[in-house]
């Protein structure tokens, strides 16, 4: 899967991408990433790609034409006849989420344009997006990062990306259940002591155990999770029995 980026930051992009199970993945060819500087497709001799806003206001917003040019110059060198899909990560997107990065994962490609300053010129938004998406109620000085948030969670979800064990991390939170606590040596620290159940060997116990600590902390932090989740006939006893009022 190939990831394109057009940018102004080109080096902030692939300085955090290249690390870890992405590094990993795109040592091995699994995925792609290509940074796109668009001050490259500036036609001004000082490279300007924004100019003040018609109407007035604080702040500058991106230039329709590099971008647009960056654009073509993507198209062309992709040699394909559909048409590509291009996000464009904005505060007033979607809200993204583990569903959508999953649907991400089965395409060819994807292109994501990020913005600065008080926004991109509405025109080439119209002529080039398919998708807007938000990363969260909060604004960002850039689309760099949500752009890198989203790249990451899309290539774990891309076959081949994460070894058998590590799929296994993100089954769980697909259950809508947030994930068991944790912990290694030593078996005590700091007077606390490792749970009892982790240390007994008993497989089937300490799978219980997690389940149980599964629900214990959806119900503590995302409680409006639960409505989604998929129990097993045990946990969801035990979820009865300490979180629903049975009269
Ligand atoms: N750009 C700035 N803030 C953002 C956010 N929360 N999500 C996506 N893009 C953004």
Redesign the pocket.
Same mark, same amino acid.
């Given at each position: 899967m190939k990831f394109h980026v057009m940018t102004l930051f080109p080096d902030m992009i692939s300085a955090g991408l290249h690390t870890s199970i992405l590094g990993r993945a795109m040592d091995a060819g699994i995925i792609e990433l290509k940074t796109h500087d668009i001050r490259d497709y500036s036609k001004d001799k000082h490279r300007h790609v924004d100019d003040y806003p018609y109407g007035g206001g604080a702040g500058m917003v991106m230039s329709a034409e590099p971008i647009a040019a960056c654009y073509a110059d993507i198209c062309e060198k992709r040699m394909r006849r559909d048409r590509p899909r291009v996000i464009y !990560?904005? $505060?007033w %997107?979607k809200p993204f989420h583990q569903e959508m990065a999953k649907e991400m994962a089965e395409m060819d490609d994807l292109i994501f344009l990020c913005?600065h300053y008080e926004g991109v010129d509405e025109r080439v938004l119209e002529s080039i997006v398919t998708d807007y !998406?938000?990363? %969260?109620d909060? !604004?960002?000085s850039? %689309?760099e990062l $949500?752009a890198m948030v989203m790249i990451d969670a899309i290539s774990r979800m891309v076959p081949g990306v994460l070894t058998n064990e590590e799929s296994g991390m993100t089954e769980s939170f697909e259950n809508n259940l947030l994930e068991y606590p944790q912990y290694t040596r030593p078996e005590e620290w700091n007077e606390r002591k490792v749970p009892e159940v982790l240390l007994s060997g008993n497989h089937k116990k300490i799978a219980e155990w997690r389940a149980e600590r599964s629900v214990d902390r959806t119900m503590k932090y995302r409680p409006e999770l639960m409505e989604g989740a998929v129990l097993d006939k045990k946990t969801a006893k035990y979820y009865r029995e300490h979180y629903v009022n049975e009269k």
């Open positions: !990560v904005t $505060p %997107g913005g !998406v938000s990363i %969260g909060y !604004v960002l850039g %689309g $949500p």
